[in-house]
C-alpha cells in the first residue's frame, strides 16, 4: 500500500491553521515535519515547526512522520517527542560515527517512536545496509535537503531501486520513504522503483483540491 505524507514546510505564513484543517479533512496519511536548525541546512525551522506540530498534535488523530535535517539529532529527538510523532528521521550524515547511529536509533525507540534512516543525494546506499535491521523506515531523498519545491533528481530512482532489492532479498521489512520534487509525473516513478510512502509539499499544497491530488498520488 502507498502512503501520502504531507510536507508542512510551505506552508503560508498566516494559513496555518486553514492548510493545515483541509489536510485533516482531506485525510493525508502523514503530516511531515522538517525540522531544520539552519546549520545542518540553511534554513530555520525549529521553532515554526515546533508550533504548528503542537498545533496537529491538539487538532488531529492523523500520525507525524518527523524529519529531523539538524546537526544535534539528540536535541531535537528530545524536543520534538514532545509532539508524539508516530516516527522520527534523522540523517546518517548528520552522525559521526556508526556508533553514533545506532545511540540515535535507541534514543528514538526509548521514546517509543517509530525509527526512520535518511540519506543525502550523494550518499551511497550501501552505507546504511548494516543499520537497516534496527529501523522501520528508509528515507530516500531526491532533492537535496533544504527546501522545498526543487525539482526531482532522476538518478535516485536507480538508489530506490537498489535499495528495495536489497531489502527484499534480505527479507528487512521496512517502508521506503521518497522525498523531494514528488508529484503526479515523479509519482509513478518512485512507486515503481519500490517507494511506499511518498512525501509531497507544493504539489499537495498549490493544489485546488488537496484530497484530488492525495488520492492521485497513491493510485
Ligand atoms: C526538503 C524537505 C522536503 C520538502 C518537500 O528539504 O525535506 O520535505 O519540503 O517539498 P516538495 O514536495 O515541494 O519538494
Ligand atoms: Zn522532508
Known amino acids: 500500500m502507498v502512503e501520502v505524507s504531507t510536507s508542512i514546510l510551505s506552508i503560508k505564513e498566516g494559513e496555518e491553521s486553514k492548510t493545515i484543517l483541509g489536510l485533516e479533512t482531506s485525510k493525508t496519511d502523514y503530516f511531515h515535519i522538517d525540522v531544520m536548525d539552519g546549520k545542518f541546512v540553511k534554513k530555520d525551522t525549529y521553532e515554526s515547526m515546533l508550533q504548528n506540530a503542537s498545533y496537529i498534535k491538539r487538532i488531529s488523530n492523523i500520525p507525524m512522520d518527523v524529519h529531523l535535517m539538524v546537526e544535534d539529532v539528540k536535541e531535537a529527538i528530545d524536543d520534538f517527542v514532545s509532539i508524539e510523532p508516530n516516527i522520527i528521521t534523522f540523517h546518517y550524515e548528520s552522525c559521526k560515527s556508526k556508533n553514533e547511529v545506532m545511540e540515535m536509533i535507541d534514543r528514538i525507540k526509548e521514546n517509543n517512536c517509530k525509527i526512520g534512516i535518511s540519506v543525502k543525494p550523494n550518499t551511497n546506499i550501501e552505507e546504511i545496509y548494516e543499520f537497516l535491521p534496527y529501523v522501520h523506515m528508509c528515507l530516500v531523498m531526491t532533492v537535496e535537503p533544504g527546501k522545498g519545491g526543487q525539482t526531482f533528481i532522476t538518478d535516485m530512482l ?38 511506499n510512502i511518498l512525501v509531497a509539499g507544493t504539489a499537495i499544497l498549490n493544489a485546488v483540491d488537496y484530497k484530488i491530488i492525495i488520492d492521485e498520488l497513491k493510485e
Open 158 to 195: 536507480e538508489k530506490i531501486n537498489k535499495l528495495k532489492q536489497y531489502i527484499d532479498e534480505n527479507q528487512i521489512d521496512i517502508d521506503i520513504e521518497v522525498d523531494g520534487g514528488i508529484n503526479l509525473v515523479t509519482a509513478p516513478k518512485v512507486k515503481k522503483a519500490g517507494a
